[in-house]
């Protein structure tokens, strides 16, 4: 490999240069340049470059006092001068059934599926989820806890129930979908692992009417000595900026039209 070449600290002597010298200029005159006079060219161009900056300055100034004596030009007229029906009249506010932004808005827990008949309130926390309690449903909360913060967490409601031997939750996760969707990067998120064998072990059915939404029905009951085994279903979806997650448990197989049609009706009420 070649050493990087690097220019020379002084003009190699003999090699490319030429002396011009002045008939009758003495050599000692011609050997000390640097006592020569500096020419007068360079200023004579900055006294006239001066001048047209002046002139350009001027000239800039005259224009903006005569635009400011004018009258301003009207501006153009809108390609559509008006949003109206065919009556003339403006359009009707949605109402609050319509206006999906003011059901989310308020209590979230209005939105929740109401308890069947026959079921008792489980043993969880019902009603409001802070931040730091809903990371607390995760195995591993300061990870969860971190997620949430990144992903714009607003707050959280929950519903539980009991019937039998079988157990329901439902977690609706509102997230602040101000500068992007938090809310299906959380979805994502969440529907990402659910494939693995450690948890349902298959890719869910949609949900119909759902763009996003899934139901998973696990392949495989979870198992301990001494307990009998649990069977265990996931609904996963998003709607607006909120996401609904439903869990069911029982200890004998979970239909999967018993877990479609609960995702179906809470879907429905977002």
């Not at 996003?212 to 301990?224: A, E, I, L, S, W």
Request: with cysteine; hydrophobic share 35%.
């Amino acid at each position: 490999m070649q050493e990087p070449r690097t220019a020379p600290q002084t003009p190699p002597e003999g090699e490319g240069f030429f002396e011009v010298r002045l008939e009758g200029q003495t050599e000692a005159a011609a050997a000390a340049p640097a006592d020569r006079p500096a020419p007068r060219r360079g200023r004579t161009v900055a006294l006239i470059a001066g001048a047209v900056v002046l002139g350009v300055v001027a000239g800039l100034c005259t224009g903006y006092v005569v635009q400011a004596g004018r009258d301003p030009d009207p501006l153009p007229p809108l390609a559509q001068q008006q949003v109206t029906r065919s009556g003339g009249k403006a359009p009707e506010a949605l109402s609050a059934a319509q206006d999906s932004d003011v059901r989310t808005d308020g209590d979230l827990r209005k939105l929740l599926v109401p308890r069947p008949a026959g079921a008792q309130k489980s043993d969880s926390v019902q009603g409001w989820l802070n931040q730091y309690d809903y990371a607390g449903y995760y195995k591993e909360p300061d990870e969860m806890f971190g997620d949430l913060s990144r992903n714009d967490f607003r707050r959280a409601a929950l519903s539980g129930w009991e019937k039998g031997q079988s157990m329901t939750e439902i977690h609706l996760i509102q997230f602040r979908d101000a500068d992007r969707l938090s809310s299906r990067d959380f979805l994502s998120g969440q529907q990402t692992y659910m494939p693995d064998s450690a948890w349902a072990g298959n890719g869910g059915e949609p949900i119909p009417g759902s763009s996003n939404g899934r139901v998973y029905v696990y392949d495989h009951p979870d198992t301990k000595p001494g307990y009998l085994p649990m069977y265990v279903s996931r609904a996963l979806a998003a709607r607006g900026d909120i996401v609904m997650d439903i869990w069911m448990y029982d200890t004998k197989p979970i239909p999967k039209k018993s877990a479609m049609d609960l995702a179906k009706r809470q879907l429905e009420r977002l």
